[in-house]
């Protein structure tokens, strides 16, 4: 099979059909007429940014994407393994298919990601309605797979790693807005105790920052791209083995004209530098947001979890970032009910809550996944415990998040608008601030499309978890400087 990295050479030509006359698409010794491709994508931003690679692919193999199941020729999942949560939806929309299957003999079907990359042989043995099976360091390859199956190849699973020591590729966007995620570093070498990922991403790998800056600046340059999230399961650990380092990159990107915004996610605290603290403060276009997964609140479950650092260590971090950038905005992940988590040590979460004041968290009851170091802790915690402390967790971070919320009523916040909203019946659009709030507005003329428009919004009301505002200047879709005082909420 062709490099599992990146697709070069990929020798598909084209000619058009004298008859239907639709265009073909020619690989070896097969001919691709026009298809439909269905998707399904579970789990977090990586996976999400995988099957937009994917479909972009697919493209140069004539698919395109449709959102009627009923209509695909190639229906593909990309899996999630994080919590079981994820994988039991899966396993049932998996299940589902098979009737679809029934009704159109031609349909492929094929489960990606990283379920795949654990479970893939399995799945294909135990689903006959299932084709093939591929992992996480084969999505570039997808077109060959697809080949494969349309070859009449049988049933297969592939979930090799990549054993290149070069992480290169080249950023695939199939949307039409000016967000792009960029991957920057995948795997991860941490091995936190509860967490599936590095058995499903592999080892660490970074790519290089000349590549990085050279490909943001191509999309920004090119595709009209105005704001771009550096992707990686652990992006501080970006460039280590090549002398780099995300601060590096970031400084770097930062002088790019026409790129106006930089996040990046998700952080591993311990290895937050203080040359990234630095950065904070200096590089303009770096958002004042920063997601910071501290996990939990007490010593002695961090210690379990095996993340390397203490809750005092973490909010000493949490000032440092404040002390860097007076405007900057902190979130979290949140996992309740490790092992044996005592009350004590569930208080000491709440307590962290208390200290660290973030703007908002994403929470999770702990999901013991096979593989894992604490998967094989024995464990005396009801899973009753463990959802009431989520709810209590949940119901006391929002009371936080309302105060800390509050004083934006009456401010003026720059929003990049990327959908419609309707609340209580009325058509509203709505948006993401610099710092990753969430800000709702009618817009002054009913039938104007505000999507991808830059406007200043007055916040008329605020809540723990959203914005109201009344339209007060839209800058259309490019403006030239996003650093202002109405970029800093
Ligand atoms: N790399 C990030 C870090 O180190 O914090 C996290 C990436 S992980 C894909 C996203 C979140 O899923 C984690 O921050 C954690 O809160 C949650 N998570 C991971 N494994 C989990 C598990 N076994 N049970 C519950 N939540 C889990
Ligand atoms: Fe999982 Fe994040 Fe820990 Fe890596 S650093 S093992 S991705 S929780």
């Not at 009449?152 to 080249?170: H, L, M, P, Y």
């Not at 894992?372 to 971070?397: F, H, I, N, P, W």
């Amino acid at each position: 099979m062709a490099g599992l990295g990146k697709r070069q050479n990929t020798g598909e030509t084209s000619f058009i059909d004298n008859v239907t006359g639709q265009k073909i698409v020619k690989l070896g010794g097969l001919e691709f007429p026009p298809r439909k491709v269905w998707m399904k994508t579970f789990g977090c931003q990586m996976n999400y940014h995988d099957s937009e690679r994917i479909l972009s692919h697919l493209k140069d193999l004539n698919f395109s994407q449709t959102e009627e199941k009923e209509r695909a020729d190639l229906i593909l999942f990309n899996t999630c393994a994080i919590r079981d949560l994820a994988n039991t939806k899966f396993y049932s929309q998996l299940g589902e298919i098979k009737h679809n299957k029934k009704k159109n003999e031609k349909l492929v079907v094929g489960v990606g990601g990283c379920v795949a990359q654990t479970e893939g042989k399995a799945l294909v043995k135990k689903y006959k309605h299932l084709d093939f099976a591929f992992g996480t360091d084969v999505i570039d390859s997808i077109n060959d797979l697809v080949f494969r199956s349309y070859a009449g190849d049988g049933k297969f699973s592939v979930n090799a790693w990549d054993r290149s020591t070069d992480f290169s590729i080249e950023t695939k966007i199939t949307h039409g807005s000016p967000q792009a995620f960029v991957n920057i570093i995948k795997g991860c070498n941490k091995y936190c105790s509860y967490c599936i990922v590095p058995y499903t991403r592999g080892k660490e790998r970074s790519r290089k920052c000349k590549e990085v800056v050279e490909d943001v600046r191509k999309l920004v340059k090119y595709q009209g791209i105005q704001e771009v999230t550096l992707l990686g399961q652990n992006v501080n650990s970006y460039g280590k083995e090549n002398n780099e380092s995300l601060a590096m990159l970031i400084t770097e990107l930062d002088k790019i004209d026409g790129l106006e915004l930089i996040r990046y996610t998700t952080s591993h605290p311990y290895d937050v530098s203080d040359e990234l603290i630095e950065v904070h403060g200096k590089a303009k276009k770096l958002s004042n947001h920063l997601h910071l997964p501290v996990q939990s609140g007490s010593k002695t479950v961090l210690e379990r979890m095996l993340r390397e650092y203490t809750p005092e260590h973490f909010l000493n971090l949490c000032e440092k970032l404040r002390k860097a950038n007076p405007n900057i905005i902190l979130s979290t992940d949140i996992i309740v009910g490790f092992p044996n988590e005592t009350q004590e040590e569930y208080e000491a979460t709440l307590k962290l809550l208390d200290e660290a004041q973030f703007d908002f968290i994403y929470s999770y009851v702990y999901s013991a996944r096979k593989g894992t170091k604490s998967a094989k802790m024995s464990d005396t915690l009801a899973d009753d415990e463990r959802g009431e402390r989520l709810r209590y967790l949940q119901s006391y971070q929002l009371k936080i998040q309302e105060k800390l919320r509050a004083p934006l009523k009456g401010k003026t916040l720059r929003v990049l608008v990327d959908g419609q909203s309707n609340q209580k019946g009325i058509k509203k659009w709505k948006g993401r601030t610099n710092g990753n709030r969430i800000v709702h507005f009618e817009p002054i003329e009913s039938d104007k499309n505000y999507l991808w428009h830059w406007v200043d919004l007055e916040v008329t009301s605020a809540t723990a978890l959203s914005c109201q505002g009344k339209l007060v200047k839209d800058h259309g879709k490019r403006i030239e400087m996003h650093d202002s005082e109405n970029s800093l909420g």
